[in-house]
């Protein structure tokens, strides 16, 4: 009862400062929900329209006593507002005259002579005149505040058991002026930056001035998360990319066939007369948004937009996504981005009473100034990353620089959330939640993290049942050394193995990095054609507990790396590593490495001792990182990689066994292809020079698991095909549902379709099968013809599981050869 008391105390306080809100249905005669009605304060450019449901949400600083709700075919209802704040609120609207009025029109609009169309045609034309692509140079102040809330706060959720001893954190619970819902913040983050560009170098460059943050401040895997989420879009786009996805804009050229456009009204707006374009889609399920936007007459630059995902979007885990974007006007026709508020409502049901979780982004531009050229030298000169006063900047700083002040409910929240890292209890479920995540289970009194415990248990024909136990030195997410380690045992062969490696961040500026480390273990090898020396890394194969076929390919490696790394420029680094390994047939029965060595008694060793140098490549153009330790999150997942490697082999060295050199070539590229989906491409090559066994030529890597696992051959069984020179490819495309949800009684189900194509061509030398052939193995390469496969996949089935179907497309005249195959994966996707 208190509580439910305190909440109602709370609305009426917060309804002081919000001059007038309303929240609510619309339906008609029959109470059936009308989506797109057109709901406005009289008198005044403020309003919205319902969504699909019929719902709808509108809040001004000023006071109004009556509601006007209207639609095409229905009678104007003028509700009188007997109080500042009115909640669940229905209107009810009756069959009638057409409105003298502007209205905003349902159903399909006509695409020819339609005045919305012919005012967009025109912004077409002048959108890259707008903004600060219209100066050679640009800077300006840049404010952004993230914060995530809990939703749908109410008595019985305050009352829940797990609140016990927190009671105080629902002081902090406010009300969104989107939704109208209440909510409470857990998480807010404000960054002050300075930004140049220079669009004649096409160079651009963020520096930050200030960085605070409370809640989960330390997890930087969830700010990766939150700013990869809120990537910086585009309306003036064709497609605006959030969540992975690719969404028309209602600004696209081809928005005229995606959307509904009416010229709903027209005003003056800081002095300049304005169009409104009301916009809504002409299809259920697609990527699409609803709402409205101001463009002036004379530049047709855009000054005011709103966007709201459609609720029938084939997104997960998204109930509701909102946009604003505020554009200033600079010497009478130049319009610049002042403000942007982003606003996403998480939950694991779209149902309108589910709770969830808020995510907010609001970022305010200012201070802008052009045509002041720098040198290129100001865009690629290597700074230190991380400097301790912009992350400890004081209470001044922060009132001099927000460009946007906080209100009394975002102040409060750091006094909240500090309060509250004092509570055991929420310290219990910090440490649960980051488990989870992160896959460790933290020690801070030791500066230790046990696991990953996702790695504890596993299995395979050598080992058996296998048990393993590890950990990590963690001082912070900045560390700039670690160690990590582990041991593991398996109850067949009844033999532990183990694993340590240790890296150190010499020089933070330049990245340079010295690592190593050593590992002997059990191994499925040939699992990639790209060569590696992770020694702590382990293929999901090599403790598959489910697998096509005997998976007795195994082998018995013992590991010793020592490398060293330097970032040349950003995300190109140059790295050079020693190896020495001995390997060995883990199930020597089943899986035969032998090979013809004259100096060994019988001619024939089954072991290989090997020490290679290596030099590689590795650019990564685009990719987006946090932190500043020898580890760092990556931000986001849409850019290219490309990486090359030469190896040479050093015989005598060590006792090492062969001469060689080998040369490798390895590119992927996701492309987002608008609305047609995503794809990811990938292109290896490599040859091997020299005489050499089994064990270290280049197998084509199969997959005899039963899941999904891109860049291999679901097809293939370990070591069908071993090549020492290679050419392979593979393409995989995701439609997100552009194709099912065309089809009547599927499209509700939000499935996704996705297609892939893999192939490759390779051969092998005599000299090799006739080393590696003491024992009669048949070795043999995709030399007559390249080998393929294809598979029709479905995505999204329960908003969790992927099932492919995949064909192989030829040599099936192979022993063993599998022609088809169905694999899967569990995928956490929005």
Known sequence: MKYTLSLVLLLLTLSITAQTKVSGVVVDGAGIEIPYANVMFPNSTEGTITNEEGRFYLESEKVYDTLTVSLLGFATENIKLEKRATYNLEVVLNEGEELDEVVLYVGKQPKKGNPAIAILKKIWAQKRQNGIYLFDQYNYDKYEKIEFDFNTIDSAFMSKKIFNGMEFVFDEVDTSNVTGKTYLPIFINEAVSEVYGDNKLNEKIEKLRGNQ???????????????????DYNIYNNYIKLFNKSFVSPLSKTGVDIYNYVLSDSAFIDSKWCYNIVYYPRRKNEMTFKGDFWVNDTTFAVKDINMQVSKSANINWVKELYIEQEFEVLSDSVFLLKRDYLLSDFSLRKKEDSRGLYGKRTTVYNNYEFNEEKPKSFYTKRVDPYNELVYNRDSTFWNENRLESLNDDERGVYKMLDTLKTVPKFKRLTDLATILVSGYV??????????????????????????????????????????????????????????????????????????????????????????????????????????????????????????IEYEMFKNFVVKTETNFRTLQSALPNDFNLDYVDPEAPGGISSETKQFDVNVSIDFTPGRKTTGYGVERNNVNSNYARFYAVYTAGLQGFLESDFNYEKLQFYYRQPFQLGGLGRTITTLETGKTFGAVPLSLLSPIPGNQTYFSIFNTFPNLNFYEFVTDTYVSGQIEHNFNGRLLSKIPFLKKLDLREIVGLRGVWGEISDENIALSQPAGAILRAPSENIYYEYSFGIANIFKLLRIDFNFRGNYLDIPDARPFSITGNLEFVF
């Open 213 to 231: 943050n409370s809640g989960f401040s330390n997890n930087q895997s969830i700010i990766s998360f939150v700013k990869d989420l809120y990537a």
């Open 442 to 563: 933290e020690f801070p009194s030791i500066n230790f993290d046990y696991g990953p415990i996702y790695s504890s248990f596993g299995y395979n024909e050598a080992e058996g049942i296998r048990l393993r136990a590890g950990g990590r030195t963690y001082f912070g997410p900045n560390d700039p050394w670690r160690i990590e380690g582990y041991t593991a045992y398996g109850f067949k062969d009844k033999k532990f193995k183990y694993g340590f490696s240790g890296k150190w961040l010499l020089d933070r500026k330049n990245r340079l990095i010295l690592s190593g480390g050593t590992r002997r273990d059990i191994e499925q090898l040939g699992t990639s054609l790209t060569s590696s020396s992770d020694v702590l890394g382990r293929s999901f194969a090599s403790s598959a507990i489910f697998t096509a076929g005997a998976n007795n390919t195994l082998t018995d490696i013992n590991l010793t790396t020592f490398g």
